[in-house]
């Protein structure tokens, strides 16, 4: 099925280093949503974004909903080793029945 | 608030057995809920979608009669892996949605000697 174009694919960073990560899609979506999963576990919902422009914080992440509707950015600011793990963006449309349209993840190692 | 469960957390069974996985919303009564598989290094993919009490709508490419779905409840939803084989291991991954957001269960981990 579809997939949002999510980059980078990977990223290998120093502790204390900012983050960014982008996805973007050929379609407009009404809603961005910001999943981390790691290793063995389901994906953890990070930032949910509803408005076009939107830009919204929680604790060192800070997701934009583009005003577009056709991309969103994710920041981690001041990374830590707890951050490593795989993010994904997906978007959603209000009549599609609450189906997700994922990103293909990125991929955040830290390094102590 | 919005926990979903999923169990078991990972099954190793023999081939051509059949597995069951649970998925349940825990806090909230769930609409709609969704069964992902993920391989090693890939996004998820979307399997089925179900609806409590309705049958439910699988993505191209995902056999019906192998992936039994059913959701007899609002917080309970189940998939049935019939006649398995090795290549149905995988991450198997449910999601319980509410009005707005799909909340995501651990993950099922099965392998299939």
């Known amino acids: 099925g579809q997939q949002l174009n999510q980059s980078p694919q990977s990223m290998f960073i120093q502790e204390g280093e900012d983050v960014s990560m982008n996805c973007t899609s050929s379609?407009?979506?009404?809603?961005w949503l910001w999943y981390k999963q790691e290793p063995g576990e389901g994906p953890v919902l990070l930032i949910a974004?509803?408005?076009?422009?939107e830009l919204t914080s929680n604790g060192r992440l800070t997701a934009q909903f583009g005003i577009t509707r056709k991309d969103s950015f994710l920041n981690i600011s001041a990374s830590i080793p707890s951050d490593v793990g795989i993010y994904f963006c997906a978007g959603q449309l209000n009549n599609a029945g609450n189906m997700l349209t994922f990103g293909g993840g990125t991929r955040l190692m830290v390094k102590p | 608030g919005a926990v979903v469960s999923q169990h078991p957390s990972r099954v190793i069974c023999k081939s051509g057995t059949s597995v069951k996985i649970e998925c349940r919303s825990l806090?909230?009564?769930?609409?709609?809920m969704f069964w992902y598989r993920q391989f090693p290094k890939q996004s998820l993919m979307l399997m089925a979608t179900s609806n409590e009490g309705s049958k439910a709508t699988y993505e191209q490419g995902v056999e019906k009669d192998k992936f039994l779905i059913n959701h007899a409840s609002l917080t309970l939803s189940t998939l049935t892996v019939t006649s398995a084989h090795p290549e149905d291991s995988s991450f198997y991954i449910c999601?319980?949605?509410?009005?707005?957001?799909?909340?995501f269960g651990p993950g099922t981990r099965l392998t299939v000697l």
């Open positions: 974004l509803y408005k076009a422009g």
């Open positions: 806090d909230f009564q769930a609409t709609t």
């Open positions: 999601s319980a949605s509410n009005s707005h957001t799909q909340y």
């Open positions: 379609s407009i979506f009404n809603t």
